[in-house]
């Protein structure tokens, strides 16, 4: 079986303090790293910021690194999560598909594992994805409303893995490479 067909990617692109970086990270559904990339840093220079203007952040992260990093992954996932909504419509367009964007919530747990409520706002879901931790919000690309068909992996995997957490080992592994990198 091809492991792309088990596997979830996680897809981070941020920005911070003028230096853009992101980075890939493909699980199993145990949350097992099965391929990971990231970015080296990018910081633009004063010129580049003059002549890209408004345009240079969306540049950076839709054109640069969210291309070179959906490019660079070997092995396809059956769903992309981002935890930024405004990295939907880019995935999209990159044919990463199908993605959702992924949130922890603060709201009470719902009563049982499988549940949804709609949320309303841009097509989020509620999912009680197991039976003690809060609900997740899932929320589709404008273009791609249908998630329900989706909810059947979600639930298998979060029996054996925090479905978000992978979110915190990727944004701890790239302190680790900026860390190196300032020593080096």
Known sequence: MDKGNRAFGYVIVEEDKGVFQGAVMVT??????????????VR?????????G??????????????????AVEIRPQIWFCRSRDLLAPL??????????????GHGPLE?????????????LLLQADPVSAPLRLTP??????????????????????LVEPFTRM?????????EEKRA
């Open 54 to 71: 408004e345009a240079l952040e969306l540049y950076l992260r839709e054109e640069i690194l969210l291309k070179n990093l959906l490019k």
């Open 44 to 52: 633009p220079t004063r010129l580049e910021r003059v002549l890209y």
């Open 141 to 162: 690309p404008e273009e791609d409303r249908d998630v329900e068909g989706l909810l059947p992996l979600l639930l298998e995997a979060a029996k054996t893995m925090e």
């Open 28 to 41: 199993d559904f145990r949350g097992i790293p099965l391929d990971f990339r990231y970015t080296d840093p």
């Open 92 to 105: 999209t367009e990159q044919g990463a598909r199908p993605v959702l964007s992924i949130e922890m919530t």
């Open 171 to 179: 944004r701890k592994a790239l302190e680790i490479v900026g860390d």
């Open 112 to 124: 049982k594992v499988g549940e949804i409520q709609s949320q309303g706002e841009g097509g989020s």
